[in-house]
C-alpha cells in the first residue's frame, strides 16, 4: 500500500507539472548600501549627471528565467522596468543620501573631451553587458547562476579624466526550491555588492 501510495503522490506531481503554464515575474531592483560614504560629495562632487545606460543585451525585455523540471519556463522581470530605469532610481535614491544630486543626461558619449561642457560636476554612465539568472530545476533540487557584468564609467569635469570599471559577478548555488522573493533577494545582495565596493573608491580603475 506504501508503495502504491507513493507511486500515486510521484504521478500526480508529474502531471500537475506537466499542466503547468509559464508566467513572468516582477523582481523588485534596489540598491541598500552596507557602507558609509562620507566623503562622497567631495569625491564626485554636489552634482552628479546620469548619463543613458546603454544595454546591449539580445533580450532586454527580461533579466532571467526559471526552467521547472517539467512545464513551461517562467521568466523574470525588472520592477521598475526597463533594467536601465530600474538601476538608475536605486542609484539615484541611495546617492541623495550621501548629498549627491543625479540629473539625467543624454549627450555624453564617455569620451573626456565633451566633459568641460556639462552643468554637472561628474557624470556616470553604465553599460549593461550581462544581467541574467538562470534557474534549472531538477526532481528534487534547482540550480540558479547569476551573472551581471557592468563597465562603469565615470568622467570628473575639473580633472578633465573618465575613469573605467570593468565589474563581473557570477554566482551559483543550488537550493530545494526557486523562489521569485529568493531570486530577487540574491540579485540586490549582488547590486550591493557591486556599488558598495564602487562608491568606496569610485577612481579606482
Known amino acids: 500500500m506504501d508503495s502504491f501510495r507513493r507511486l500515486t503522490i510521484l504521478f500526480l506531481s508529474f502531471f500537475m507539472l506537466s499542466c503547468a503554464t509559464g508566467?513572468?515575474?516582477s523582481i523588485s531592483l534596489r540598491y541598500?548600501?552596507?557602507r558609509e560614504f562620507p566623503s562622497l560629495q567631495q569625491k564626485l562632487g554636489p552634482n552628479l549627471g546620469i548619463a543613458s545606460f546603454y544595454d546591449p543585451r539580445p533580450d532586454t525585455l527580461y533579466i532571467g528565467r526559471h526552467t521547472p523540471f517539467s512545464g513551461i519556463s517562467n521568466h523574470y522581470k525588472s520592477e521598475p522596468f526597463p533594467l536601465e530605469k530600474a538601476i538608475t532610481d536605486s542609484l539615484s535614491h541611495a546617492l541623495s543620501g550621501y548629498g549627491v544630486k543625479t540629473i539625467p543626461i543624454?549627450?555624453?558619449?564617455g569620451e573626456p573631451e565633451f566633459l568641460r561642457n556639462m552643468e554637472t560636476d561628474s557624470v556616470l554612465m553604465i553599460?549593461?553587458?550581462r544581467f541574467w539568472i538562470e534557474g534549472v530545476a531538477?526532481?528534487?533540487?534547482t540550480h540558479v547562476k547569476t551573472t551581471v557584468q557592468f563597465v562603469i564609467h565615470l568622467g570628473l569635469k575639473k580633472e578633465g579624466k573618465v575613469f573605467t570599471r570593468h565589474v563581473e559577478v557570477e554566482k551559483e548555488m543550488t537550493i530545494a526550491r526557486s523562489t521569485p522573493e529568493g531570486i530577487e533577494q540574491t540579485i540586490n545582495q549582488i547590486l550591493t555588492d557591486i556599488f558598495d565596493s564602487y562608491l568606496s573608491n569610485p577612481y579606482e580603475i
Not at 106 to 109: A, E, F, K, L, T
Open 23 to 25: 508566467g513572468t515575474y
Open 32 to 34: 541598500q548600501s552596507t
Open 106 to 109: 543624454s549627450n555624453w558619449d
Open 127 to 129: 553599460q549593461i553587458k
Open 138 to 141: 531538477s526532481l528534487f533540487k
